[in-house]
């Protein structure tokens, strides 16, 4: 899968969505974030449980350039261009 700066610990995968540049947005049940940039074929971890608490991620939603994740207790919204993370509903 080329180098990668986060790996996929868990094959528990609890949600994903391809965003408008084909790139892989992967929530997992161990409650981390990971978007995979397929051109440069480079994974990263962008949130895990500091973020999320005891809250799990439930599901991603990709739109323009808008990544909206939902979960037990909030609703995030990313930017997908320069990866902020913001608690849209808390």
């Given amino acids: 899968m080329g180098q ?3 790996v ?6 609890e949600s994903l969505d391809v965003d408008k ?3 892989l947005w ?8 990971l978007y995979y ?3 440069l074929k480079k994974m990263e971890e ?3 449980s500091a973020l999320f608490g005891k ?10 350039n808008t990544v909206w994740l939902s979960s037990t207790r909030n609703i995030f919204k990313i930017n997908a261009l320069n ?5 849209y509903i808390d």
Avoid: H, M
Wanted: glycine share 8%.
């Fill in 4 to 6: 990668s700066t986060a």
């Fill in 8 to 13: 996929l610990k868990t094959n528990q995968i």
């Fill in 21 to 23: 540049n084909d790139n």
């Fill in 26 to 33: 992967i929530g997992t049940k161990d409650n981390r974030l």
């Fill in 37 to 39: 940039q397929t051109g």
């Fill in 46 to 48: 962008l949130a895990n």
């Fill in 55 to 64: 809250n799990q991620l439930l599901d991603i939603v990709c739109l323009n």
């Fill in 83 to 87: 990866k902020d993370i913001g608690i």
